[in-house]
């Protein structure tokens, strides 16, 4: 089983709403990734977690909070955003947090936000 | 220049036939590399993993890497209506970084 779950599939807020997605996966990958992508443009990777620890920031605005409770569960938590931030957020998960085949990544099926 | 070039298209074929998908990169340390399908406003689905030179075969699917020429392929041979998506490549190095490709836009008419 290759599964990622996003909630919700679509999220409509407006720029003073703070709001959360949520990401799981059951299948004991250590590795865990928040992308942005917008239309017609490849995945824009945000946030990597390893071993529940925040390893890479790509530079994201504060306005993104990331969270990793446990080794199955993501969560990005939303604030203050701008129109410009609607986007399909993805997230996905690999067995380990280095290279190699241990570490292809398995992408959910996102979040389509739509910032008002 | 981008660290990975992948033609957008779209591309377009009849159902039947054989698509190349093809993309060029500049970054020597890449090792890793896949083939990722994407259909729309859904999330990439990866088809395809590589490591170093060599090819692989799956089913209608294979795919190709010729590290001396930078130049990675993905070969659909008897193409369907259903292939009709987004292909998009990435590679990584010894970071576990993806590097993504633009993607191309496939479509098979029946």
């Known amino acids: 089983d290759t599964e990622v779950t996003q909630t919700p599939k679509h999220l409509v807020m407006g720029m003073t709403n703070k709001k959360s997605l949520k990401c799981e996966q059951h299948?004991?990958?250590?590795?865990m990734y928040w992308y942005k992508q917008k239309a017609k443009k490849p995945p824009e990777l945000m946030f990597v977690y390893s071993y529940e620890k925040l390893s890479i920031n790509e530079s994201v605005p504060s306005r993104f909070s990331p969270e990793c409770p446990n080794s199955s569960l993501l969560n990005l938590h939303l604030h203050a955003l701008q129109p410009e931030d609607s986007a399909l957020y993805l997230c996905?998960?690999?067995?380990?947090?280095?290279?190699?085949?241990?570490?292809?990544?398995?992408f959910g099926p996102g979040t389509r936000l739509t910032v008002l | 220049q981008k660290e990975v070039e992948q033609d957008p298209g779209p591309l377009s074929v009849p159902e039947g036939a054989i698509v190349s998908l093809n993309c060029t990169y500049s970054n020597s340390a890449f090792q890793y590399f896949m083939w990722y399908r994407q259909y729309s406003r859904k999330g990439p689905e990866l088809l395809m993993y590589?490591?170093?030179?060599g090819n692989k075969e799956d089913g209608r699917f294979t795919a190709q890497v010729d590290k001396s020429s930078k130049y990675i392929s993905l070969f659909i041979r008897d193409s369907q209506p259903s292939d009709s998506a987004t292909y998009l490549c990435a590679m990584s190095g010894n970071t576990g970084k993806l590097i993504f490709g633009q993607g191309t836009t496939l479509q098979v008419k029946p």
């Open positions: 996905a998960s690999s067995q380990g947090g280095g290279a190699g085949h241990r570490d292809t990544q398995y």
């Open positions: 299948m004991g990958h250590r590795a």
């Open positions: 590589t490591y170093s030179s």
